[in-house]
Each structure stands twice: as structure tokens, then as C-alpha cells.
């Protein structure tokens, strides 16, 4: 590989990534518009299917576009504490929409509880001043 190609291809490759992240924005802002427009139909749905559903429905979708921000961080900022964040929001997710038993409940709250104990103990003081 010739010398020249090396020393771009890392810089093609980081230019890739934001516009990844800026991709991932750019549907956030579609979804968040959608969710937007969709709350004015929630009350047709809300007699047919009960608040429950409803809430979890809209939880979920909201949940899922908090996740899409914080992986455009993630690629942005390229941080041990982005990564932290993006799986604190990624389990929360799971344990509020999708935890059909005890045990995933359980796994969820060691997985969060193991997360902390990352941030607190792991994170370095720069990752910290970063957020």
C-alpha cells in the first residue's frame, strides 16, 4: 500500500464516520418529527388499545431516537464515556420496553449497576471533563 493512501485512508475513514453521525441526526429529526405528528392520532389509538400500549409504543419509539442522538455522539466524539452513555440508554430501552421476565430484569439492573461502577471508578478524569 503506498505510503500516501496509509496516511489518507484514516482521514477518509473518520470523514465516513461524521457523515454516518450525520446521517444517524438526520433521522433522528425525521423520527422526532413523526413522533411529533403522530401524538395528535394517539387518542383514537388510546381507546382501542389502552394507554399501556400506547405509552410503551411511544416510550419505545422516543427511547429508540435518545439512542440514535447518542450514537452520533458516539462517533463524533470517539470517548470511553460516549460509549458508557450510549449502553446506559441502550439498557434502559430493553428494561423499560422489552423485558419480558424476571431474569432480564435482573441482568438489566447488574448491567446498569456495572455500568456506574465504570464510569465511577474506570473513566478517566479527561473523559470526565469531556462530557
Known amino acids: 500500500m503506498p505510503k500516501g493512501l496509509r496516511n489518507l485512508l484514516p482521514e477518509i475513514l473518520h470523514w465516513m464516520e461524521i457523515l454516518v453521525a450525520a446521517l444517524a ?3 433522528v429529526v425525521m423520527g422526532t418529527v413523526s413522533v411529533i405528528m403522530n401524538v395528535g392520532g394517539l387518542w383514537g389509538d388510546l381507546m382501542e388499545s389502552g ?3 400506547v405509552f410503551e409504543n411511544v416510550l419505545s419509539e ?3 431516537l435518545v439512542v440514535g442522538i447518542e450514537l452520533a455522539i458516539l462517533l ?3 470517548t470511553p464515556e ?3 452513555e450510549v449502553m446506559f440508554f441502550v439498557i434502559a430501552r430493553k428494561m423499560l420496553i422489552k423485558t419480558g421476565a424476571f431474569y432480564e430484569l435482573l441482568i438489566g439492573v447488574v448491567a446498569l ?3 456506574f461502577a465504570i464510569r ?3 473513566a478517566t478524569k479527561k473523559d470526565r471533563s469531556l462530557k
Do not use: M, N, P
Open 113 to 115: 449497576a456495572g455500568l
Open 76 to 78: 463524533v466524539r470517539r
Open 25 to 27: 441526526v438526520v433521522i
Open 120 to 122: 465511577k471508578y474506570l
Open 51 to 53: 394507554v399501556h400500549t
Open 62 to 64: 422516543i427511547l429508540l
Open 82 to 84: 460516549s460509549l458508557i
